[in-house]
């Protein structure tokens, strides 16, 4: 018997064993080679294998080497020439483009340089074209993985300076952070300080144009390219506002012409937005000379995604506030990388364009390849873009142009294999608080189309007060009369169906019974006499009426609804009015006496009813003021009713 319990034991662990899912533990891992003459150093990088996305293109690796030195490289196999004697610790950060795993994870890897025999050192490349200062990514940001930003910024003086760094991040209209600062990798002296001299908003003069909102809709200073600034407390403040965190460097000795590196990985946090339409951003602030107030601002936008794929639509309409972007741009953008052996010479994007915007506000705000539009009723000879207008779609098409591939011999920069189109455009006259989902099928030259995700525009519900006032009427009181007003809270404005609560104090009062008594009683002389008795009882109460409801409305001017109500009477005064009369005879034959008396009580929070209501409101639906009806039905016997009210939605 025991010998059979334990085989019984066995196989049921063994079954519940066998039915627990492992967690895959294994990391994926690419390995830093390289080989070294002197101070020359040629790197390799060991990867392991790409897995494909079905229906995807090929996947392929993507590069970001920091040589330790302050130089980087998105080369796959650079060649780097140390110009110091010294011990350098590069860095490898891997992206897997089209690829179903996660990025492998690298170590460091410590170069030792001992001797210099090539002289041929290049100082890191200049960035005039970009104003002296420049933020870039090695990716889009994914949930739980890293990433790494560079900070690049040149002294553009004739004279040394010494200056200071700001890279904000985690916007605050974002409810959690969406990065987390890992570590940053200084390699010119700079050093981190705290922040101790910002002014407040009330003490900056003219700064109303500075100060940022999070919503689409109020006034906001663009930073997309980088631009030069001079109100430094202002930008700062515009900084502080939008952005919960900060990074802060001061440097020195800054050579005229000199161009320094700073790299910082981020971690993205597991409660990033999930939004991979979204766009999210961090904002650099580069200030050459502490002892000025002439600063450089840039922005670095990110579209949020789930896999690494270059081919991307997104739009900063994720997040909008229904009240103030009626007047407003919405931008979108669609990237697009050619991952062919060969260049490309024309690329055409057919985007969506929901039903809600303007098409006539359309206009272009960027775009690479950089180029003109194309003339129109010409053929273009040239390198153009050509964008056609139709019902329901943009069809953007560079025309004559030169994208090379990522897969084309002698490439080894893969951002010069990627490209841009960024454009805006107003909403409607007369739109809807809905959901707006677009995408944009890329084709380059004659090859079959590659579909982008959906970008998504959505706004936020937003708080709509409502002032409301009517007379409630109770079909089976007597000598019923109801007055009540009181407020109501919605989403702002909603499309079709949504919740509203409301808080009511009605006056109520009315008789709720009249009863009648006859008694037959003996007066002094023995004779038999009739008393009767009529008590008539009535209420004055303060009713508070809590509704909770879905609505909908079915057009701008006619909305419905349904829901549940709980009422109270906060106070509450019964009052019993007794009238006793005396008739000569039993049989009530000639009245002899009236006496009238009353009983008065007061008590608080009594009386506790609910039940179900049905509403109609014509007028304004959606905001302003309407007319309403509505029928409340208690569980309660003798308290059915119906309101009539008057509301105004603000």
């Given at each position: 018997m025991k010998h059979c319990l334990s085989l019984i034991f066995c196989l049921s662990s063994f079954l519940l064993f066998s039915q627990t899912k492992a967690k895959d533990t294994i990391t994926r891992k690419a390995n830093i080679n390289y080989e070294q003459k002197g101070n020359t150093v040629t790197f390799k990088p060991e990867t392991p294998p790409l897995i494909p996305i079905a229906g995807a293109p090929k996947p392929s690796y993507s590069y970001l080497w920091e040589l330790g030195d302050g130089n980087y490289s998105k080369e796959a196999e650079p060649k780097h020439v140390y110009k110091s004697k010294g011990t350098y610790s590069a860095r490898l950060a891997v992206t897997n483009n089209y690829d179903n795993g996660k990025p492998p994870a690298t170590r460091p890897k410590k170069v030792v340089v001992n001797e210099i025999s090539d002289e041929a050192y290049k100082d890191i490349a200049s960035i005039t074209d970009q104003n002296g200062f420049h933020l870039q990514k090695n990716c889009d940001?994914?949930?739980?993985?890293?990433?790494?930003?560079?900070?690049?910024?040149?002294?553009?003086?004739?004279?040394?300076?010494?200056?200071?760094?700001?890279?904000?991040?985690?916007?605050?209209?974002?409810?959690?952070?969406?990065?987390?600062?890992?570590?940053?990798r200084t390699h010119a002296g700079e050093q981190e300080v705290k922040e101790n001299n910002i002014a407040a908003i009330t003490e900056l003069d003219n700064t109303a144009a500075y100060l940022a909102s999070n919503e689409i809709g109020a006034p906001t200073k663009k930073y997309e390219n980088t631009t030069t600034e001079e109100d430094l407390d202002a930008s700062l403040t515009d900084a502080h506002k939008t952005y919960k965190n900060v990074s802060i460097l001061e440097f020195d000795e800054a050579n005229p012409n000199e161009t320094r590196n700073v790299f910082f990985t981020f971690k993205t946090t597991p409660e990033m937005i999930k939004d991979t339409s979204a766009t999210v951003t961090m904002r650099g602030i580069?200030?050459?000379?502490?002892?000025?107030?002439?600063?450089?601002?840039?922005?670095?936008?990110?579209?949020?995604?789930?896999?690494?794929?270059?081919?991307?639509?997104?739009?900063?309409?994720?997040?909008?506030?229904?009240?103030?972007?009626?007047?407003?741009r919405v931008n979108f953008k669609t990237r697009f990388q050619n991952n062919g052996e060969g260049p490309a010479r024309m690329i055409r994007l057919e985007t969506d364009i929901p039903e809600m915007f303007d098409k006539k506000t359309f206009q272009i705000e960027d775009m690479y390849p950089k180029c003109p539009i194309c003339?129109?009723?010409e053929t273009p000879t040239t390198s153009c873009l050509d964008t056609i207008i139709k019902q329901n779609q943009i069809f953007f098409t560079f025309k004559n142009i030169y994208l090379p591939g990522s897969s084309q011999k002698n490439v080894k920069e893969k951002?010069?294999?990627?490209?841009?189109?960024?454009?805006?455009?107003?909403?409607?006259?007369?739109?809807?608080?809905?959901?707006?989902?677009?995408?944009?099928?890329?084709?380059?030259?004659?090859?079959?189309?590659?579909?982008?995700?959906?970008?998504?525009?959505?706004?936020?519900?937003g708080i709509s007060i409502?002032?409301?006032?009517?007379?409630?009427?109770?079909?089976?009181?007597?000598?019923?009369?109801?007055?009540?007003?009181?407020?109501?809270?919605?989403?702002?404005?909603?499309?079709?169906?949504?919740?509203?609560?409301?808080?009511?104090?009605?006056l109520h009062s009315y008789n709720s019974s009249t009863t009648v008594s006859d008694a037959i009683i003996q007066n002094a002389n023995g004779v038999r006499q009739l008393q009767r008795t009529t008590s008539v009882n009535s209420y004055?109460?303060?009713?508070?009426?809590?509704?909770?409801?879905?609505?909908?409305?079915?057009?701008?001017?006619?909305?419905?609804?349904?829901?549940?109500?709980?009422?109270i009477n906060a106070s509450e005064k019964q009052?019993?009015?007794n009238k006793i009369e005396t008739f000569e005879t039993e049989k009530g034959d000639f009245l002899m006496s009236t006496e009238n008396n009353s009983n008065t009580t007061n008590q608080s929070f009594t009386n506790l009813k609910s039940g179900f209501l049905f509403d109609l409101?014509?007028?304004?639906?959606?905001?302003?003021p309407s007319l309403g009806a509505r029928y409340v039905m208690n569980f309660k016997e003798n308290f059915n009713y119906f309101q009539f009210y008057g509301i105004w939605k603000f």
């Open positions: 940001p994914i949930p739980e993985q890293e990433m790494v930003v560079i900070l690049s910024y040149q002294n553009l003086e004739n004279y040394v300076t010494n200056g200071k760094l700001y890279l904000f991040y985690n916007e605050k209209q974002f409810k959690n952070n969406n990065f987390e600062l890992v570590d940053f580069y200030v050459p000379n502490r002892s000025f107030k002439n600063h450089k601002v840039k922005n670095l936008e990110m579209e949020i995604v789930t896999s690494h794929d270059p081919n991307k639509m997104g739009s900063n309409g994720s997040f909008m506030n229904y009240r103030f972007v009626r007047f407003k003339p129109k009723d951002d010069s294999t990627k490209g841009f189109v960024k454009y805006s455009m107003k909403f409607n006259k007369d739109f809807h608080k809905v959901k707006t989902k677009s995408r944009t099928a890329i084709i380059f030259d004659k090859n079959e189309p590659i579909l982008t995700n959906y970008a998504t525009t959505r706004f936020t519900p409502g002032a409301k006032a009517g007379y409630n009427v109770f079909p089976d009181l007597k000598k019923s009369s109801s007055y009540f007003v009181g407020a109501t809270i919605s989403p702002f404005k909603s499309y079709r169906y949504y919740w509203q609560a409301e808080f009511l104090n009605s004055t109460n303060v009713n508070t009426e809590i509704p909770l409801l879905i609505r909908y409305n079915v057009n701008n001017f006619i909305g419905i609804g349904a829901g549940i109500q709980a009422n009052e019993q009015q409101t014509l007028g304004f639906a959606r905001i302003g």
